[in-house]
């Protein structure tokens, strides 16, 4: 996928809950060597978005000088994610007329400048514009059309944005760190880069990553991602229904709900008594506050419930539930909560897994489950887009086209 690309990469994933920064070795196969982790407790940043610039780049200092320390490497460059920011989708259909001549990079050219025309919603910057297909006058879903003879030249272009003030900051954030931004992805799709298998990618599948602060979402299809969004609801949102609902400090609810909380109720919930916190009297021991782990539990699962059910309107509402197949695959942080692959399965109909970063060496057992998705799949992608030029999205970092080949790479040099 990337054949050639050798020497260090590096990944940021800014999240609400964590900073994680990754340092790879890249191999000439395709192959990725993880040789620096560092993580960190997410400070001033909240649904995926900077709101505290000091707080967050003290953060994220503390994550990837762990990184270099473990990895004995210093790095300039970084690949990061985009998890909040109200990431916008939208598919764009164009034509010109070949005349029935050979198509050639002449005409790719001419259809991509048409594709210029497209208008993003107000306030949003280009995070992706990524050809998911071409049409040669009836036939669909070419890959690449050079060579051939028609009449007609269609393109399918999915453009990825997200809000220009969120991706600003983010981008002032890091600078101040010292660091360069190569690229910024979308976190679902970033995601599906380290979780999915060639034929989910194929035949359809919806990443579904649980973050703390936000839940994204990418449908695949024929080899591309076709679909983006976000919803502003995550794991920490769990926790603090748990802490308002038990009266007890938000570290002790995430606590409570790491060990004892679970999606799906079982018959053993209501004999089974956890102690509870109760704010302001931590130290106190006179008084031991006990529940059945049922209200825990009936607290937890309407908060997913409702999260599931949002993924599926938002789905219905795109066109994407039929597109996407019965495959989900579920990652994140908070998609290790005891019965989210369950009751996924129940609200959404379909066939669901959990997954985790493949084809990447190096990762220690508590860093290769679904936590880290996100920030091994922007080290997949700082390999695909190999080759290729930084683009600027009205002042904010961008990121060039997803295709891969030679097809991607002459997209993303021309496009």
């Not at 709101?51 to 003290?58: F, I, N, S």
């Not at 497209?118 to 297909?133: C, F, N, Q």
């Amino acid at each position: 996928m990337a054949k050639g690309r050798t020497g260090l990469i590096a990944a940021l994933d800014v999240g609400s809950t964590k900073i994680s920064c990754f340092i790879a070795h890249a191999h000439g196969d395709g192959a990725i060597r993880v040789v620096g982790i560092g993580h960190h407790a997410a400070q001033g940043v909240r649904g995926g978005a900077v709101v505290d610039m000091d707080a967050a780049q003290t953060s994220i200092l503390t994550a990837v000088s762990a990184a270099e320390e473990l990895a004995g490497e210093r790095i300039r460059e970084v690949v990061v994610n985009v998890a909040g920011g109200e990431l916008a989708s939208q598919t764009f259909a164009m034509e010109v007329p070949i005349g029935g001549h050979e198509i050639a990079e002449a005409e790719l050219r001419r259809i991509l400048a048409q594709a210029n025309g497209y208008t993003l919603p107000a306030e949003h910057a280009m995070l992706h514009r990524i050809p998911v297909g071409f049409t040669v006058d009836a036939t669909r879903g070419v890959r690449d059309p050079r060579g051939l003879f028609a009449q007609k030249l269609g393109i399918d272009l999915h453009v990825v944005s997200a809000r220009t003030g969120i991706l600003r900051n983010l981008a002032t954030c890091v600078e101040r760190c010292h660091l360069d931004i190569e690229a910024a992805v979308a976190a679902p799709y970033a995601s599906g880069l380290a979780c999915l298998v060639e034929d989910e990618v194929d035949l359809g599948v919806t990443v579904v990553d649980m973050g703390g602060g936000t839940t994204t979402i990418a449908v695949f299809y024929g080899g591309e991602v076709v679909h983006t969004d976000s919803i502003p609801v995550g794991g920490n949102h769990v926790t603090s229904d748990v802490a308002r609902g038990l009266s007890t400090p938000v570290i002790h609810a995430e606590r409570m709900k790491t060990l004892y909380g679970s999606a799906v109720p079982s018959p053993a919930d209501e004999r089974e008594l956890i102690d509870v916190p109760l704010v302001g009297e931590e130290n106190s021991q006179t008084q031991a506050n006990h529940v059945p782990r049922s209200i825990l539990n009936g607290i937890i699962r309407p908060r997913v419930e409702e999260t599931f059910e949002l993924v599926r309107s938002r789905l219905n509402f795109a066109g994407m539930d039929r597109i996407a197949g019965r495959r989900l695959v579920l990652t994140g942080g908070a998609s290790q909560l005891q019965g989210a692959r369950d009751l996924a399965a129940l609200v959404l109909e379909k066939q669901v897994r959990v997954g985790r970063p493949l084809r990447i060496s190096g990762l220690a057992d508590s860093t290769s489950g679904p936590a880290f998705s996100t920030c091994a799949g922007l080290l997949r992608f700082a390999l695909a887009r190999h080759g290729a030029s930084a683009e600027e999205a009205e002042g904010v970092p961008g990121v060039s086209p997803g295709r891969l080949g030679r097809l991607g790479q002459w997209l993303r040099e021309n496009f």
